[in-house]
């Protein structure tokens, strides 16, 4: 089965820390995505990669940025967190070339709290 | 810019009703692609469909159905006899076949709670 991992469940990090959330996938999937949800507004893309070192925003960038030094791991990165970056957190992968086709795996989700 | 609407946030029926989720979608491609997701409480979200804009075809999968209304531009979700394990967050989405990576954009998601 396709696994999409997620490092952890829950964080909870202060006002103003760094923060990084990993995603890591076993399918050799070339796309990689995060996903913010937040209650009424479904999950709105943040970055995604559809290659290793490759990256693009996606609608909601601003307060984050992204890496992907290899093709299963994919960092999303809180340069400064803030308390409106409290969310859930989720990453998805698929296929490069008919991704669309073989569907998208996502994670279980990160749920952070900034404080 | 493509964008999908779920005008209803939270449903609540008993167990045995019917239960439609309405999904309008807009896009400027001719071709793209139409999803349903299922996030029960555990998190991760479950694929239920995919559909594309050639094939208006309607589907039904045990007791669930889809009705496809290009016209309409809507993609509508019939739970048929819920029950409580249907509990959950329901997502619409689109993929445009042009969009970059085949990106989804997805709707607000409806809540559905079955009460036994």
């Known amino acids: 089965d396709v696994k999409v991992t997620q490092s952890s469940r829950y964080l909870v990090k202060r006002t103003g820390e760094k923060v990084f959330l990993e995603c890591v996938q076993d399918m050799d999937h070339e796309n990689m995505f995060w996903y913010r949800q937040d209650p009424g507004l479904g999950l709105r893309l943040i970055y995604f990669s559809y290659d290793v070192k490759m990256k693009e925003k996606g609608d909601i960038p601003e307060g984050y940025s992204v890496s992907r030094e290899k093709k299963e791991r994919f960092s999303l990165i809180l340069e400064s967190a803030s308390t409106n970056q409290t969310s859930m957190y989720l990453c998805?992968?698929?296929f490069g070339t008919g991704g669309v086709l073989y569907g998208y795996t996502f994670g279980s989700g990160t749920r952070l709290t900034v404080v | 810019a493509q964008k999908v609407t779920q005008a209803q946030t939270e449903i609540s029926v008993v167990e045995k009703e019917d239960v439609t989720l309405d999904c309008v979608y807009e896009?400027?491609?001719?071709?793209?692609?139409l999803f349903w997701y299922k996030q029960p409480p555990s998190g991760e979200l479950v694929f239920l469909i995919r559909r594309n804009s050639f094939d208006e075809q309607n589907e039904i999968s045990g007791r669930y159905s889809w009705n496809f209304q290009k016209s309409t531009s809507s993609f509508n979700f019939t739970i048929t006899a819920s029950q409580v394990v249907d509990s959950a967050v329901y997502f619409c989405a689109l993929s445009e076949d042009q969009a970059a990576g085949n990106k989804l954009t997805f709707g607000g998601g409806t809540r559905v709670l079955v009460k036994p």
């Open positions: 998805a992968s698929s």
């Open positions: 896009t400027r491609d001719t071709t793209y692609y």
